[in-house]
Nanobody, 128 residues
Framework: QVQLSESGGGLVQTGDSLRLSCAAS????????MGWFRQAPGTEREFVAA????????DYSDSVKGRFTISRDNAKNSVYLQMDSLKPEDTAIYYC?????????????????????WGHGIQVTVSS
């Protein structure tokens, strides 16, 4: 049974940093795309960042580009999201996601429907 478990969220102030971690179990994702999505109250889940299996391809939403960095450690079957210069509009529940199939597509990395496995989500709150 595949499980994704997020950690590292919390309450911070504008301009602070946080590092989210996502540990996967039940399947090795070394060749699979993994991503981060977020959902604020009253909004739809939105793409934040994605990374290819080897880490050579990384993509970000325009709203976080230049502030967030996605990375992964395949030896630990984990993916990370370093969030710097946080803003109140970054407040949301953040979800880790993994694709069951190997490969990375520049046409679909940002689609929630592309990902088969999801974590339960972790709250990030940025106060002004």
């Amino acid at each position: 049974q595949v499980q994704l478990s997020e950690s590292g969220g919390g309450l911070v102030q504008t301009g602070d940093s946080l590092r989210l971690s996502c540990a996967a179990s039940g399947q090795t994702f070394s060749y699979n795309a993994m991503g981060w999505f977020r959902q604020a109250p009253g909004t739809e889940r939105e793409f934040v960042a994605a990374i290819s299996g080897g880490g050579g391809s990384k993509d970000y939403s325009d709203s976080v580009k230049g502030r967030f960095t996605i990375s992964r450690d395949n030896a630990k079957n984990s993916v990370y999201l370093q969030m710097d210069s946080l803003k109140p509009e970054d407040t949301a529940i953040y979800y880790c996601a993994a694709d069951r199939e190997s490969g990375y597509s520049s046409y679909s990395y940002y689609l929630a429907s592309k990902y088969d496995y999801w974590g339960h989500g972790i709250q990030v709150t940025v106060s002004s």
